[in-house]
């Protein structure tokens, strides 16, 4: 066969269920396959023939199937890849016939050998075709490269060097030093690194060398041997502070006490970071990390307060107040307390430590709970009282807690029923309004309703405004001929006559119409109108003043209403629902 393809690799994601994966490349043998399976973790194992996988397709030029044992799981990756032998198995006898099938055989594996190469270099670090490496060998052995890294040299060329740069000791003049070399400075204790190959000359400190340009400075242990000298000064002045403000405090020498301790403390610390300090001479790294540490922490002495390179704990000793300061995150503020003038036992708190006690001698004769309860540090805003809430009542110059509950209950008691309670209102009606609907009854609370009409106006003239009851809720509103009667049928509670309204009338009809205990299901339910209204095409005001009654569903209590017009809608206007609170 011809070789037409140079695909000789596959991958798939594994899903928990999927177990045949189609390769579609030849092989001569199923050992030429090698199958891996990544993890999510990045983990390769190689899987290994019959044990975890079989394969078909074997000498077929468009492949054929691996058939895992089991499923790859989700978040694996399965790759197969052709691994064709280095070996040359065609043996081709003198005169014997051509034999021009094996020999297209061999011609296919060693096309296979060059692709697997070429899979393998093609996933390998190489230079463009345009760079120039002389040399890529290097002769350091295993054990000096251990934990080094590959680098470039001066030239470009690969070597071996340590991840920093190459250590060469004590600076001395005369000497060849190559860029990334370190050398220790031994009249500072500095650390630099070579930045410019060159020959060293002249003397220590490098920082004034005629090639200090040559240098970088990657570890200041002078700065840092100065600071621990004055942090330790600092520190030891202000173990006096804390002392002092022992002394002054009777009630408060406890906190002073700690003061003195934590002083005490930054004392220690400073002679561990003088320490440091004397160690970075061997290991100026470890030097200034520690005593970066505490100088972050420490501001030593000043006479105000620091304003830069802040955090929360951070301190310093105040030389105009003698005092030492800590600083809580947005201020700096007193770390030993000051007892003059502060309320303590000699200024009339007899006993601190009892709450009971200390109101009692502030002339408080409520409990420290009883003053809890009064809370005015957090608003109600619009969250609706409920009944379970807490009131305070003056019971007789006794503040004392209550529930509204129970305030209702005395209300109720004492002002007794009869009153009228504001239910809902249409709100100003926009024009082409249908009708306007109530469904507010509540007979445990209500014996009956009033309704107030404020200028309805109808979109057309010569129209009637009916109301019409519901006894479902609002489901479905009555207007059966005959269910409402006064002198004659009705199809609803009539609260105007004829009127105006399409030529420009803007009065409508006003008034009011009262629902006599609705609630009711025996008898007829009666219906009290009391309203004015304009009539059309004339500036006359007539009226309605009767009673009305609804005769149907007797045994069922009216829930609802609504007013409509007899034909046409609403052009303007408002209604008002209240309830007459039972007696």
Not at 127 to 153: G, H, M, P, Q, Y
Not at 163 to 172: D, F, I, P, Q, R
Not at 284 to 305: E, M, P
Request: hydrophobic share 35%; glycine share 10%.
């Amino acid at each position: 066969m011809t070789v037409t393809s140079t695909n000789q690799k596959v991958q798939f994601n594994g899903n928990g269920s999927t177990t045949v994966f189609a390769y579609n490349f030849k092989i001569f043998a199923s050992s030429d396959l090698s199958v891996i399976l990544r993890s999510a973790a990045g983990t390769e194992t190689v899987q290994q023939l019959t044990t975890n996988y079989t394969v078909s397709g074997v000498g077929e030029a468009s492949g054929g199937n691996v058939t895992m044992g089991t499923a790859p799981a989700s978040g694996t990756t399965l790759t197969i890849l052709r691994v064709q032998p280095n070996l040359q198995g065609l043996d081709l006898v003198p005169n014997d016939p051509f034999p021009a099938g094996s020999m297209e055989d061999a011609l296919d594996k060693l096309t296979f050998m060059v692709q697997t190469h070429d899979e393998e270099i093609g996933r390998s670090i190489k230079a463009s075709k345009t760079n120039v490496i002389a040399d890529s060998e290097f002769t350091v052995s295993a054990t000096d490269r251990a934990n080094k890294l590959f680098s470039f040299d001066s030239s470009g060329n690969l070597s071996i060097a340590q991840e920093l740069g190459t250590y060469k000791g004590n600076w001395a003049a005369s000497t060849t030093y190559a860029v990334r070399d370190l050398v220790k400075d031994t009249s500072t204790g500095n650390i630099f690194i070579c930045i410019t190959a060159h020959t060293s000359s002249g003397s220590q400190p490098l920082t004034t060398n005629t090639d200090s340009a040559k240098w970088s400075l990657i570890v200041d242990a002078a700065s840092a041997t100065t600071s621990q000298t004055a942090a330790a000064t600092s520190a030891t002045a202000a173990a006096s502070s804390a002392t002092a403000s022992a002394s002054s405090a009777s009630s408060s020498s406890t906190k002073a006490d700690e003061a003195a301790a934590s002083a005490s403390t930054a004392s220690t610390k400073a002679g561990e970071a003088a320490s440091s300090a004397t160690a970075s001479a061997s290991s100026a790294t470890s030097a200034a990390s520690s005593l970066s540490t505490f100088q972050s922490q420490y501001h030593g002495a000043a006479s105000s307060d620091p304003s830069s390179n802040l955090s929360t704990g951070d301190l310093y000793f105040n030389t105009s107040s003698n005092s030492l300061k800590v600083y809580n995150g947005s201020a700096w503020v007193a770390a030993a307390f000051d007892t003059s003038g502060a309320l303590i036992n000699t200024n009339n708190l007899s006993d601190v430590s009892s709450a009971a006690t200390a109101l009692t001698n502030l002339g408080v004769n409520a409990t420290a709970a009883e003053i809890n309860l009064i809370d005015g540090g957090t608003a109600r805003g619009t969250t609706a009282i409920a009944d379970g809430d807490g009131l305070l009542v003056n019971d007789a110059g006794t503040m004392r807690m209550t529930t509204v509950q129970t305030v209702k209950t005395y209300m109720t008691a004492g002002v007794g029923g009869g009153g009228t309670e504001f239910i809902a209102s249409s709100g100003a009606i926009s024009d082409g309004t249908a009708s306007v609907a109530f469904t507010g009854f509540d007979a445990s609370k209500y014996d009956s309703y009033k309704f107030y009409f404020l200028n309805v106006v109808p979109a057309t003239d010569n129209v009637t405004l009916f109301g019409r009851v519901s006894v479902n809720g609002g489901g479905a509103y009555d207007s059966t001929n005959g269910n409402y009667r006064t002198t004659g049928n009705q199809t609803g509670i009539s609260i105007s006559n004829a009127m105006g309204g399409a030529s420009g009338d803007t009065t409508g009809v006003s008034g009011e119409m009262t629902a006599l205990n609705p609630a009711s299901t025996t008898g007829y339910r009666i219906f009290t109108v009391l309203t004015g209204y304009e009539t059309p095409t004339t500036t006359n005001i007539d009226d309605v003043g009767d009673a009305q009654g609804y005769i149907a569903n007797e045994g069922t209590a009216i829930n609802a209403i609504k007013f409509e017009m007899d034909s046409g809608n609403i052009e303007s206007g408002e209604v008002v629902m209240y309830g007459i609170k039972n007696a």
